[in-house]
């Protein structure tokens, strides 16, 4: 069952990931808004008899992870839910990070008709940025920031939630998969630009602050004859 496409980022619903398919190419006709390849990620379905999972994990730098999985289906009902929180010091100084996931699905399945309501979020709130190092620099500590790193506190933050139901249904002529999604990336980060650059009026600022809502609908029929030696497939 294809899952919802996440454009835009892929970092939130790949940590429960069940596969990660790369197609090179110009796969448009087939995936949307993708002029040179397409990343799908397919995550897994609610099983019965239900479960529940929980694994974690440490290494160096303190970095450490923890998630929870836990899903269940009745029938033709089913649902599951995730969360993961991850964080590291970094191994640089001004490296620390942070990262939180929520993921849920709710699935729907009975003969010749199949639906998914596909909810994910990120928040990666004050990601550290410690620049790159000169020669010098590494030589004498790779460890080390930037001394403009440090300087003007170089960060970032996003935060993403998205939305999106999937519904298929096969019949004799075709598959008919109709897909609707929405969601918001928020990014604001903060760079290393020194105070007089921004006072010059061409200037953009030291600050990035997005605010980026999307939504997108794609309905398409497509059809395949067994042992043919093509498909098709028409779509909006």
Known sequence: THDLAHRGSTSGIAAFARRIEVLRGPFSVSYGNASGGVVQVFTDDPASPGSVRVTGAIGADASRRISIEANDRHDAFGGLV????????????????????????????????????????????????????????????????????????????????????VVEHDASSGTLRAMLYGGRRDIEQFLAVPVATQGNPLSSGGVVDLRAPYAGVDVRWSHEDAGAAFAWVAGL
């Open 82 to 165: 995730g969360a993961q929180h991850f964080a590291t010091e970094g191994f640089r100084t001004h490296s620390a990070a942070e990262r939180n996931l929520v993921h849920g699905k709710l699935a729907f399945g009975a003969g010749a008709t199949r639906a998914s309501l596909v909810l994910d979020t990120l928040d990666a709130p004050h990601a550290q940025d410690p620049l790159g190092l000169d020669r010098a620099q590494f030589q004498q500590d790779p460890t080390q920031a930037s001394p403009a790193a440090l300087r003007f506190n170089t960060r970032k933050s996003v935060e993403q939630r998205q939305l999106g139901a």
